[in-house]
């Protein structure tokens, strides 16, 4: 629309130079009536079209801060709430990560598809976040879907709280297809300094795995 505006302003400007205002050139083609029609065209869409590129803008905003599905944070949402959380002095530079991880999940996915396994993604994380301690954080990444990483102050009983949430799955149990399913979890728990997340994630997820093995 741009472009089109600007073809109309130059051949308007070359018509007006040419044989000025009263030429029968600039009176047919270029009179002031076309000129307000342009005018009002030109910011209708112009308009619309910052409307579209703000809605976007924002979408995009939030895939990058939140899971639409699990409704955790993101991995890079996740270390940035963190680094802010320990600026303001809110967690301290060391923090306890937890992985809770979805058990079973393969054999979920068996029996009721694709939709069953997201279903117990969905549960498992709301259950997370249903339980989640003071001054905690729940985050997602795209390596494991099936673990929730939840960031614990150091003081945190973690184990505590664990334990929690093995009781309010089987409290909870999800239905699924009208079958009432308790979901399985391992986790694996770890200190460290805060500013390495992902290191204390990836080592987390070897205790979880170490212990999925180990029973």
Known sequence: MCA????YYAGRA???????????????FFPTSTTTVVNVVLVVVGA????ALRTRETAEAAVSRYDAVLGTRTMPYLEASLAERVRRGRLG???QVAVVRLRDAAALADAFGGGGREQA?????????ET????????????????VLVVLPAHADAGGWLR?????????????????????????????????LRALVARARTAAAERDVAS
């Open 14 to 28: 070359v018509a007006f130079a040419a044989g000025g205002p009263g030429s029968a050139t600039f009176e047919r």
């Open 48 to 51: 619309f079209a910052m409307m």
């Open 164 to 196: 929690e949430v093995e009781r309010a799955l089987v409290e909870q149990p999800l239905d699924l297809d009208g079958d009432p399913v308790v979901l399985d979890v391992r986790h694996g728990v770890l200190a460290g300094p805060a500013d390495e």
């Open 121 to 129: 993604r969905a549960h498992l994380a709301a259950v997370v976040l």
């Open 132 to 147: 989640l301690p003071g001054g905690a954080l729940a985050g997602h990444d795209g390596a494991q879907r099936d673990d």
């Open 93 to 95: 530079p060391a923090v």
């Open 4 to 7: 089109v505006a600007g073809a």
